[in-house]
């Protein structure tokens, strides 16, 4: 298993002009790691809906990449979407999911299946034409380049070791841009990021 | 006045208003605007699994700035609600939701019984669809056929002007 800095910190170092898309347990590390106005929290927002918006961020915007980092709860919230976001083509959406089996923000309940569930399986069932599974920090380090390179969707499930974030607020209390103002502000700010560039 | 409702019409005014992607799912009521959406091309037609997922994707796609609208049954709007409160509302996006109304012929009568909710005349989901907008305080106007052009352009001026979502009621087959 990785731990949540194994999995964001080359990211973050390999990370140019892709849009990032959070939610859950990695919405503050991401955000004390990039301070970009392409970062986009899914956080004070609707829980298992963060892969169908990046899906909307990526048809919009076909030039760019997308990366969307799920949480495995969230993920089994709408299953449904990995068959959307193939039957979409959507080739510059790499969709990563943070397998920790557990719902994180309310103290590391078990998920359903947990310990059980094969998501790669899931997005190769699904039509996904990429699809990797990781476990191991140096070996994900090493694919990762191509991983944001490749035509896509690309699916990534990724084991992490569950972590302790608690319930994420917007505002002044919180250290990351992205989550010190509201959702809307940051909505509104990010569109105009994509749009005017 | 006749109800005609014709699929030309709506999907000539969706273009006039600058719409990029329609996103959402057939019912009986759409059935014949998909189709001519699958054929036209334009706007773009994004087929999804649930209607809630229809409002964050349509969400994302504003995010990344294209003018897209929903079009789900109402059924589909009570399944979409925390995503419409928590991507579309909360994120204060100008989007036009383009709902069907299933039951709408029943609301008279059966429909304003006590039992509308279970009783076989009625069809409940049309009795739970105008309080249900009214409790999320969603602003509805209806589209009733192709005189009402004009409503459906007031509706995307709302949208623009107030950054909010707005529903449009569809209570007649399209034709």
């Known amino acids: ?10 990211l973050a170092k390999l990370r140019t002009d892709e849009i990032v898309i959070t939610c859950m347990g990695v919405v503050r590390p991401w955000g004390l790691l990039s301070d970009s106005d392409l970062d986009f929290a899914s956080a004070d927002s609707a829980m298992g809906h963060t892969a169908d918006l990046a899906l909307g961020v990526a048809l919009a915007q076909p030039a760019r990449r997308v990366v969307c980092l799920n949480g495995d709860g969230s993920m089994l919230m709408s299953l449904g979407t990995l068959a959307t976001i193939v039957d979409a083509g959507a080739r510059n959406l790499t969709l990563v999911v943070v397998v920790n089996g557990s719902y994180e923000i309310t103290g590391n309940q078990k998920v359903p299946g947990e310990g059980a569930l094969d998501f790669a399986a899931m997005a190769r069932a699904a039509g996904f034409p990429n699809v990797y599974a990781f476990d191991e920090s140096t070996i994900y380090r090493q694919a990762l380049p191509e991983l944001l390179r490749e035509t896509g969707p690309t699916f990534v499930s990724v084991s992490v070791v569950p972590g302790s974030e608690g319930p994420i607020s917007r505002g002044r209390a ?6 010190r103002t509201s959702l809307r502000d940051w909505s509104h700010r990010f569109r105009r990021a994509l749009v005017d560039s | 006045m006749t109800m005609v409702s014709t699929a030309k019409v709506l999907h000539n005014a969706l273009v006039a208003a600058g719409v990029s992607h329609v996103v959402g799912l057939p019912d009986n009521t759409s059935a014949a605007f998909f189709e001519r959406l699958a054929g036209e091309g334009a706007p773009s037609l994004l087929r999804v699994t649930r209607e809630g997922e229809a409002v964050a994707l349509a969400s994302g796609l504003w995010l990344g700035g294209a003018s897209p609208v929903v079009l789900i049954q109402n059924t589909g709007l009570l399944e979409s609600g925390d995503s419409l409160r928590g991507t579309a509302v909360r994120m204060g996006v100008p989007l036009v939701c383009l709902v069907t109304y ?33 409790a999320w305080r969603l602003p509805y106007v209806f589209y009733r056929g192709d005189h009402d052009v004009a409503t459906l352009q007031s509706a995307f001026l709302m949208a623009a002007k107030e950054s909010r979502p707005v529903v449009v009621l569809i209570p007649n087959l399209l034709e």
């Open chain 1, 174 to 179: 919180e250290a990351s841009r992205y989550l």
């Open chain 2, 102 to 134: 299933r039951g709408y012929g029943k609301l008279e009568g059966p429909g304003s019984e006590p039992d509308a909710m279970t009783r076989a005349d009625a069809d409940s989901v049309a009795v739970v669809t105008e309080p249900t907008l009214r």
């Open chain 1, 1 to 10: 298993m990785l731990t949540k800095e194994e999995l964001l910190e080359p």
